[in-house]
């Protein structure tokens, strides 16, 4: 391919990062899981969470391929306010899991097809056991922003897609954008992919759980433990250096 080098090399080392737990892939679980107690869940949810990481994603790559990710890699300015920025987001999510009121668990609320609310694990979005359309491009914009705006992912796509890209390496031979998109369209469909096979096993996971005292249970100690993560993972931004 044009431009591209070590192309099976680079997809295999994607789909093993793209694998790799992290804020995004407990992003997805948090919404895929039936049973919780904070905002839209569900596999209609955990789907909008994975395409809302996926567009996240595809800014870094733009901006990887047009060279504004090295302005974060050299602006201690630029790094700092999309770090902040971001920090200040992941931990607005884990107080809003950690503070989530207790669900109701009602005797007759049956499943979607599709594993959207209601379950009878926390709040459902209509009488109608039906997920609004407004609800969900909140839950795509939540995974987009948790995703863009973090500048750690930035500089990542900066390191690791020159690797594969001719020129990348050599200061002479400047690499090509077109080059820089065709990795990145491959890394972010492959993502997407992992991360829509994360939400629908996280449903079917959390379905079992979704009857009975055990499922509100699970539910707020679910929500608690999700909610205590992604205040650490936002400490930990908040405190990461550039470099």
């Not at 750690?152 to 690499?175: D, H, R």
């Not at 996971?205 to 679910?222: D, E, K, P, Q």
Request: with cysteine; glycine share 14%; aromatic share 10%.
């Amino acid at each position: 391919m044009h431009g591209v080098h070590d192309i099976w090399l680079f997809v295999v080392s994607g789909l093993l990062l793209n694998i790799t737990p992290g804020p995004d892939m407990l992003y997805i679980i948090a919404r895929s899981t039936p049973c919780g107690t904070s905002g839209t869940r569900g596999l209609r949810a955990g789907v909008a969470a994975a395409l809302g990481i996926g567009a996240g994603c595809s800014v870094h790559i733009a901006a990887a391929a047009f060279g504004l990710s090295a302005v974060l890699a050299t602006s201690a300015t630029a790094f700092t306010v999309v770090k902040l920025l971001g920090a200040a987001y992941l931990l607005y999510m884990g107080c809003t899991m950690l503070l989530s009121r207790k669900g109701t668990l009602p005797s007759a609320a049956p499943a979607t097809r599709d594993g959207a609310m209601p379950y009878g694990c926390g709040r459902n979005e209509a009488s109608t056991g039906r997920t609004s359309w407004a609800s969900l491009r909140g839950v795509f914009a939540q995974g987009f922003l948790t995703n863009a705006l973090n500048p750690k992912v930035a500089l990542f796509f900066l390191a690791f897609l020159p690797q594969f890209v001719e020129g990348g390496g050599n200061a002479g031979t400047p690499p090509s954008p077109v080059a820089f998109l065709v990795l990145g369209c491959i890394f972010t469909v492959n993502g997407t992919l992992v991360n829509l096979l994360v939400a629908w096993g996280a449903a079917r996971l959390g379905s079992i759980f979704r009857a009975g005292s055990l499922a509100g249970r699970f539910a707020r100690w679910g929500d608690r433990c999700l909610g205590a993560l992604f205040l650490f993972l936002g400490i930990r931004l908040a405190l990461a250096e550039q470099g």
